[in-house]
């Protein structure tokens, strides 16, 4: 089992930026695959980025290329989500999630692939 909690959650006005965390604990975080997902209201939770438990791949939602990078901190058991330019579009509860994996390279971007979720962090951005 992982529990994982998100923080740095928060509102912040348009062209700000905000750097996500997600604690993890229970299990060694070093062999999970991470993502980070959000949802705004009324639409479906949709894939923000990806990282592989190495940290050597990463993958973005066509949403985000270019204005989020993920990474991740194994010794504090940590991922991050650093989000610049951010847009009132970008106003979503967001996600991290944990997916045990044999391969170091190997990142998930589908909802059903994670096993564990965190409870969730909201994120306004202001125009």
């Not at 980070?36 to 592989?52: G, N, T």
């Not at 973005?60 to 991922?79: E, F, L, P």
């Not at 999630?97 to 998930?108: D, L, Q, R, S, V």
Request: glycine share 12%.
């Amino acid at each position: 089992q992982v529990q994982l909690v998100e923080s740095g959650g928060g509102l912040v006005q348009a062209g700000g930026s905000l750097r996500l965390s997600c604690a993890a604990s229970g299990r060694t975080f070093n062999n999970y695959a991470m993502g980070w997902f959000r949802q705004a209201p009324e639409k479906e939770r949709e894939f923000v980025a990806a990282i592989s438990w190495s940290g050597d791949g990463t993958y973005y939602g066509d949403s985000v290329k270019g204005q989020v990078t993920i990474s991740r901190d194994n010794a504090k058991n940590t991922v991050y989500l650093q989000m610049n330019r951010l847009k009132p579009e970008d106003t979503a509860v967001y996600y991290c999630a944990a997916k045990p994996a044999i391969y170091g390279g190997t990142y998930y971007t589908r909802i059903h692939e994670y096993n564990y979720w965190g409870q969730g962090i909201q994120v306004t951005v202001s125009s």
